[in-house]
C-alpha cells in the first residue's frame, strides 16, 4: 500500500516506517523537525530512513494546509497514520498555543485532506492522557474522559470528537488509538527513560515525582508498532449494536473506533528505575517530589478490545524492554 505517515521523525513515527517498509509498503513521511527536543537524533531516526527504497520525505507542517493537500494530491495514499502532534504534558503549562496549532488546526488539515483526497482509512495517535481525573482502574475505552487535566488531554480528546465527526458525516473510516507510556530504542530525550539514564549515568540527581509512586503502563516501542499496524491494515467499521439512547464511547453507527494500545501491566516508576539501575550498573540519586499540575498518578490499561478487533498481543516484559532500550542508549550515546 501507499501510506501517510506524520511524524516520521519522532520515536513512534520512524519505528512505524521502517516496519511498512520492511514488509512492502510505500511510505510517504512528513514531519517538520521542530525543536521541542534535539533534532540531531529527529533528522538520526529520519538517515535511517531515507536509506530504504520507497520511503519519501516531506519537510512541512501540519498547520500549513496548502503544503499538506498538494502531498495528498501528488501522491494519493491509501492510508495514512497520524502521528505528529505537539507533544508533551508539562510544555502545554508554558506553551498552550503550540499544542491548538499542531493538535488541533493540524489534525483539522488531516481530516480535511482524508475527506477530499479519498483516504481508506484514517489511523491517529490518542493519549492515555485522556483519562484525566478518572481514576477507575485498569482505564477503558467506554469510560468517562470528560476531565482532562492538560491541555495537551484535551487536545487528544478534542481529536477524537473531530473524527468522529468526518466518520459520521463523511463516513471517513477512524480509529485512534490511546497511547500508554511508549519507550524503547530511539526514545524521546524528554521522557523519562533517557533523562533518567543521563543522570544516573553522570551521577547526578534524578526527580522523582509522586515520591516514585506513579504506576505506568510501560508499553514496548515493538509492541505499539505492531498493534498500529494490525489496526491501519483492518479499517474501522460501524458497529451495527450501536444505540443512540445508551450511546458506547469507544464506537458509533459511523466507521469510527477508540482503542487503548498498552502492555497491560502497570509498573511502579521506582522499580522501573531499578531495572535502569541493574542494566546501567549504577545506582540513582533520587530527589522525591510531590506529583506535578498536569499529571496523573497512574495509567493502567484494559486492552481487549484491540486484542479482540486485531489481535493485538503486547509480547515484551518491562525487563526485556529496559535491557534493550539500555543496550541502543548506551551504544547511541557511546556510554561505557
Not at 527513560?193 to 508499553?219: C, M, S, W, Y
Not at 535502569?276 to 545506582?283: D, F, R, S, V, Y
Request: overall charge neutral; aromatic content about 10%; charged content about 20%.
Amino acid at each position: 500500500m501507499k501510506i501517510l505517515v506524520t511524524g516520521t521523525a519522532g520515536f513512534i513515527g520512524a519505528a512505524l516506517a521502517h516496519k511498512l517498509l520492511a514488509r512492502g509498503d510505500e511510505v510517504i513521511g512528513i514531519d517538520n523537525l521542530n525543536d521541542y527536543y534535539d533534532v540531531k537524533l529527529k533528522q538520526a531516526r529520519l538517515n535511517l530512513l531515507t536509506s530504504h527504497h520507497g520511503f519519501l520525505e516531506s519537510r512541512i507542517g501540519l498547520e500549513d494546509k496548502a503544503a499538506l493537500d498538494k502531498i495528498f494530491k501528488t501522491h494519493r495514499p491509501q492510508r495514512v497514520v497520524n502521528l505528529a502532534a505537539q507533544a508533551g504534558v508539562r510544555y502545554s503549562l508554558s506553551n498552550p498555543q503550540a499544542y491548538i496549532d499542531s493538535n488541533i488546526s493540524g489534525f483539522l488539515n488531516i481530516l480535511e485532506a482524508c475527506r477530499y483526497f479519498g483516504t481508506e482509512h484514517l489511523v491517529y495517535a490518542s493519549s492515555s492522557s485522556v483519562y484525566g481525573a478518572n481514576t477507575r482502574m485498569p482505564f477503558a475505552e467506554d469510560d468517562n474522559v470528560d476531565h482532562p487535566v492538560s491541555l495537551y488531554a484535551a487536545t487528544k480528546k478534542s481529536n477524537e470528537l473531530m473524527a468522529h465527526t468526518y466518520s459520521h458525516l463523511f463516513r471517513i473510516p477512524t480509529t485512534g488509538l490511546r497511547f500508554f507510556t511508549v519507550y524503547g530504542p530511539w526514545g524521546r530525550p524528554d521522557m523519562a527513560p533517557i533523562l533518567f539514564a543521563n543522570k544516573i549515568v553522570r551521577g547526578e540527581p534524578i526527580d522523582v515525582f509522586n515520591f516514585g509512586q506513579h504506576r505506568r503502563d510501560f508499553t514496548y516501542i515493538d509492541d505499539i508498532v505492531a498493534g498500529i499496524i494490525n489496526s491501519l491494515d483492518n479499517p474501522a467499521q460501524p458497529n451495527i449494536k450501536w444505540n443512540g439512547s445508551a450511546p458506547a464511547p469507544s464506537s458509533s453507527s459511523a466507521p469510527y473506533r477508540i482503542y487503548n494500545i498498552g502492555s497491560n501491566n502497570p509498573v511502579e516508576l521506582l522499580h522501573f528505575i531499578e531495572l535502569m539501575e541493574a542494566e546501567l550498573g549504577k545506582k540513582a540519586i533520587k530527589n522525591l517530589l510531590p506529583i506535578q499540575p498536569g499529571d496523573v498518578p497512574d495509567t493502567y490499561a484494559n486492552v481487549d478490545s484491540l486484542a479482540n478487533a486485531v489481535d493485538y498481543k503486547p509480547l515484551t516484559t518491562i525487563e526485556e524492554g529496559v535491557a534493550k532500550f539500555i543496550e541502543w542508549y548506551r551504544h547511541y550515546y557511546k556510554t561505557p
